[in-house]
């Protein structure tokens, strides 16, 4: 790769902080803005510092081992978030698996980035965005020692031919995460005649809201459970909380509250309470780590007969906007499914008719399982698209969406118990919110399988 007159951090940091304000129309002279997806960070590469955009493996700034990120950022009432997640570089299977973290691409690459950040407008053209901060940026070293795990994690497929299982929810900071035109876009992998999905390395959204709030936006700091990143050298960050919430296993909510000294009967309880067994005040979700991995903490409890009452919700849809969804990698429940991981804290019934924290479990839904609740969003956006069939019955208003029955993973129904919480369908008629499930029977058969 050729170089750049740039060969020195403090020359690449100046010149990118010499953009901040300046609308983006008055940067582009190759006319990219209007070029679709990524045109903002080709904009930036190609008009403000003069090279040639390129998808080699080498960092963009070479002699100054420098990568140039642009990430848009959303700004909404609970603050600021990352609109998307940071894609680095694509992953060659048929070389990485051979390397360490610090030979493999990805490390090679984007062990230090320049950060460069703007507001997302959807109201606003491209050419009236402004990048308003820049900064050099280099894993903390508690956060490297979890995305060295991550690394491994991604290896471990590939070197064990499953190449083809990857999820982005295997991991808790850096992902693998599906890169290509559509979904027939495959590589081949060293251990398996399967092909695998094209996938890159990149940072989950949930970790770049995190850095985007606390190295460029300087927001107050999360409380951490890991306080030394030593302890994540010798065991993965799942093996140290469950290691450190074990010697409260078999006790009931009460006798935890008494143990820890809670007094709280909120709804976020549990929470609460696996916070004060992690040496961490709050709730567990705020902790940093929490934060940066996306982790959602769900409480599951389980009767004595095994069966699970509930079934696993996922935010209300809206019924226009997800009509308008033409893709399921860009859909909104895949992109809050497939990266997720999330913290099971089981309660199991006892012959008494008491709940005793029983365990946790760190969990995210498989590929095989994920593309089944594919074929579940696919026939409801094709549902809402054709018209939702309402019928009145004597026990209320059913509808045509995709039922538990006919799913082995998920399905469609009302969020909540009020049946007059309405939105609008995209023909006028008004119906109640509903969401996405992932079946009762589905997360108990999860719970078995890994007990």
């Given at each position: 790769m050729e170089g750049t007159q740039y060969v020195t951090k403090e020359s690449i940091l100046r010149r990118a902080q010499e953009i901040k304000g300046i609308p983006l129309r008055d940067v582009d002279k190759t006319g990219r803005l209007a070029t679709g997806k990524g045109?903002?960070?080709?904009v930036i590469e190609e008009s403000w510092f003069g090279y040639t955009p390129?998808?080699?493996?080498e960092p963009d700034f070479p002699e100054a081992g420098v990568e140039l990120k642009v990430t848009p950022y959303l700004r909404g009432k609970n603050g600021i978030r990352a609109k998307e997640r940071l894609v680095c570089n694509i992953i060659n299977y048929m070389e990485e698996y051979d390397k360490t973290f610090q030979t493999s691409a990805f490390w090679h690459k984007c062990n230090t980035m320049l950060l460069m950040s703007y507001e997302h407008l959807a109201d606003k053209p491209k050419g009236d965005y402004r990048i308003d901060?820049?900064?050099?940026?280099?894993f903390p070293e508690e956060d490297l020692a979890i995305i060295e795990h991550d690394w491994e994690t991604i290896?471990?497929?590939?070197?064990?031919?499953?190449?083809?299982?990857?999820?982005e929810g295997d991991t808790l900071y850096l992902a693998a995460c599906t890169k290509g035109a559509n979904a027939s876009s495959v590589r081949q992998q060293p251990f398996s005649?399967?092909?695998?999905?094209?996938?890159?390395?990149?940072?989950?959204?949930?970790?770049?809201?995190?850095?985007?709030?606390?190295?460029?936006?300087?927001?107050?700091?999360?409380?951490?459970i890991i306080k030394s990143a030593d302890v994540l050298h010798a065991k993965t960050f799942e093996e140290y909380i469950i290691d450190k919430v074990k010697p409260y296993y078999g006790m009931t909510q009460n006798e935890l509250k008494l143990r820890l000294g809670v007094d709280s009967n909120a709804k976020s309880l549990n929470e609460i309470l696996l916070a004060r067994m992690l040496d961490v005040k709050g709730r567990i979700a705020c902790t940093e780590e929490f934060?940066?991995?996306?982790?959602?903490?769900?409480?599951?409890?389980?009767?004595?007969?095994?069966?699970?009452?509930?079934?696993?919700?996922?935010?209300?849809?809206?019924?226009?906007?997800l009509s308008k969804e033409e893709t399921w990698e860009e859909s909104e429940l895949y992109n809050y499914l497939a990266p997720t991981k999330f913290m099971f804290v089981i309660f199991q019934e006892r012959g008494d008719g008491a709940y005793v924290f029983d365990r946790i479990m760190f969990w995210n839904i498989p590929n095989d399982d994920l593309e089944e609740v594919h074929r579940v969003w696919e026939r409801t956006v094709q549902t809402i698209r054709r018209g939702v069939q309402l019928i009145q019955t004597p026990r209320g208003i059913s509808n045509d969406l995709p039922k538990q029955t006919e799913s082995?993973?998920?399905?469609v129904r009302p969020h909540g118990k009020d049946a007059s919480d309405k939105l609008p369908l995209p023909d006028g008629r008004l119906m109640t919110k509903q969401c996405f499930w992932l079946n009762n029977t589905y997360i108990a058969e999860q719970i078995k399988e890994v007990r």
């Open positions: 045109a903002i960070g080709t390129n998808s080699e493996s901060e820049a900064v050099l940026f280099s290896m471990e497929k590939v070197r064990a031919g499953r190449a083809h299982e990857l999820s005649e399967l092909p695998a999905k094209q996938r890159a390395y990149s940072l989950k959204s949930s970790y770049m809201t995190q850095i985007l709030n606390k190295y460029i936006f300087g927001n107050a700091e999360s409380p951490r934060q940066k991995a996306g982790i959602i903490p769900k409480t599951i409890r389980v009767q004595s007969n095994g069966k699970i009452k509930e079934s696993m919700s996922f935010p209300t849809f809206d019924f226009i906007a082995p993973v998920a399905h």
